[in-house]
């Protein structure tokens, strides 16, 4: 049976629902492929079961080892840009030069 537990980082934040669509999806794998009766023979995934089960893998993946958030909370700009900042806040950009 697989089991997957979230990262705690001291806060309890609930699990996103792309991530808890991917876990249910695996479970739902999980029973076709090894069914709980040892009379009942267990089938192989098909090609589109399969392609969603290994999707469903790589979010979970990034999820648990915190490579993408999955956008529950949004990225916000900061309300007080700094001088070395553009007015576009865009932080990767380069500061813009002074006329001195």
Known sequence: MLIIVPPFDG??????????AAMEFLTYCNHLVTPCDAEIKGRPLTKREQAAYDAATEAVRLYLTGELDFGDTPVTVPTTPDADTPATGNTDAAPTPRAD
Not at 11 to 20: D, G, K
Request: proline share 20%.
């Open 11 to 20: 806060q309890q934040r609930p699990i996103p629902a792309r991530i808890r």
